[in-house]
């Protein structure tokens, strides 16, 4: 078997696509701008690229961009200042504190500080509480990104995922847990796996979706995937190239384990794509309840 890619970078060209007639819609009908501010604190290279994409794909969609880059010594009291400020301000719809945040600062602590209404990044203890609360109606709230995007995947691959043997492999707040959450919601049978898990491959083997989280260069295997399976990497490695250049790998041997899957999806161009347009469509949703209307369709 050869499995067909799952094009998270096409997939997530067309989402954005969406969203920029949304916000067209919103600025057309209610005239508001969607805003979304993004607080960079230090000079994480990782973080600068990331940042800079956000803000370009911001433009494109048509929202407004609020930057604030800040000294990697900022006060963590500054920070919250900052935060309480975007807060009151209703031209910003959605916050986003780009993480790792220094040291010196407390992560959990900013992220709480974040009106749940604005947390488009979906990490706020409200955000995460209400995911698992969540019954089977529309998500009214905004939920982490990344997780999100691979479920936007995974259903346009596979339709209903109902009843299917899932291993999430990673347990992070970030992407392991939402991950898992997102897919009980949609009726898998859910095993939230670590690096304390015993028989890992074994486990692996049984599901019909694999989804792998944990920044382990091409730890899961070939012969760790179930014959038809679907694929998802979310795992990003940088690894220096000879050239001076750097290349991305994922969790997943990728070339043994297409050989296996029903479908996979690459690293880069897989869920990388889907996590900026999902912040994306997270704003759009959050600027249209702000203004008392319902999701975009
Ligand atoms: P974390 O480091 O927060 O979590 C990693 C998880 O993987 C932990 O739960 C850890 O287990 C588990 N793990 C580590 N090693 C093993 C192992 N050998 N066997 C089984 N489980 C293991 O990472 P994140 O969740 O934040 O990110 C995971 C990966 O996804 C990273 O490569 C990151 O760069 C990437 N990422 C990609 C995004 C994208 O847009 N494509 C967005 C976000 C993240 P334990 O809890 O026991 O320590």
């Keep these: 078997m050869t499995a067909s890619i799952i094009d998270g ?4 060209a067309g989402l954005r696509a969406r969203v920029a007639q949304g916000v067209a819609g919103l600025k057309a009908g209610k005239g508001i701008t969607p805003g979304l501010a993004v607080v960079l604190v230090g000079d994480d290279p990782a973080s600068q690229v990331y940042v800079r994409s ?12 609020f930057d604030h880059r800040l000294p990697a010594n900022t006060p963590q009291a500054d920070l919250l200042a900052l935060v309480a400020r975007l ?21 959990a602590h900013v992220i709480a500080a974040i009106d749940p209404a604005k947390d488009v990044d979906g990490l706020s203890a409200t955000n995460a509480g209400r995911l698992v609360q969540a019954g089977s109606g529309p998500l009214d ?6 997780p999100l995007g691979c479920l936007m995947l995974l259903k346009d691959s596979l339709g209903s995922l109902a ?6 492999v990673g347990r992070s707040v970030l992407v392991g847990k939402p991950m898992a959450q997102l897919l009980v919601r949609e009726d898998c049978t859910v095993t939230l796996a670590h690096s304390r898990t015993r028989d890992l491959p074994g486990l692996c083997r049984r599901a019909d ?8 260069a091409q730890m899961v295997k070939g012969d760790w995937v179930k014959p038809g399976a679907t694929v998802i990497d979310v795992g990003i490695t940088r690894v220096d190239r000879p050239d001076g250049k750097q290349r991305l790998i994922g969790d997943v041997d990728f070339e ?14 897989g869920i990388g794509p889907m996590t900026i347009a999902c912040l994306l469509h997270n704003t759009l949703q959050a600027a249209r309840r702000a203004a008392g209307l319902g999701p975009a369709a």
């Design 256 to 269: 043994a384990a297409s050989a296996v899957a029903r479908a996979i999806t690459p690293v880069p161009g």
């Design 163 to 168: 009843g299917a043997d899932a291993v999430v």
């Design 54 to 65: 956000k803000t370009r794909l911001v433009a494109e969609a048509g929202m407004t961009g």
């Design 87 to 107: 807060n009151a301000d209703p031209a910003v719809h959605g916050i986003l504190v780009q993480l790792p945040l220094p040291a010196h600062i407390d992560s």
């Design 209 to 216: 979706i694999l989804v792998a989280a944990t920044g382990r």
């Design 141 to 146: 709230f905004p939920v982490a990104c990344t």
């Design 9 to 12: 970078k096409a997939y997530a």
